[in-house]
């Protein structure tokens, strides 16, 4: 299944901690707040407005390095599309990413390469 999402954020580390090694990374997508049940009434008020930021993982950093020359904010979104697979361990279903690519062609600023769509390659799902 694919998202369109706006991206606000990321994060990446790989490396040794403890002397075990890690190989993370997370995506930060800007989400609307759910307005359709506001209230105000005698048993009280309740109100939601706006957008929310809600964190995806990603099987490995390597995802998060190739969007880096993106450098998404809150100011400044990015819209890309997320690849998500829903898996089960039998009990729980859960959403996994399994690759994210921009919408649309952006240069890295510092070599000038076009990265984009065309650039993506497409990721196998890592088992949780």
């Not at 390469?113 to 088992?127: D, F, I, N, S, Y």
């Amino acid at each position: 299944m694919e998202l369109k999402v706006e991206l606000v954020g990321m994060k990446a580390f790989k490396g040794k901690l403890d002397g075990k090694e890690i190989n993370s990374g997370a995506l930060y997508t800007k989400v609307k707040l759910d307005e359709r049940h506001n209230r105000k009434d005698q048993d009280g008020t309740n109100w939601k407005f706006g957008h929310s930021v809600e964190e995806w993982k990603v099987p490995d950093a390597e995802i998060v390095m190739r969007l880096a020359h993106l450098k998404p904010s809150i100011d400044r979104p990015v819209m890309v599309r997320l690849e998500v697979e829903r898996v089960s361990n039998g009990r729980e279903t859960k959403e996994v990413v399994i690759d994210c690519r921009p919408l649309e062609d952006t240069p890295d600023p510092l070599t000038g390469e076009v990265r984009g769509p065309a650039a993506a390659q497409p990721r196998k799902a890592v088992p949780a």
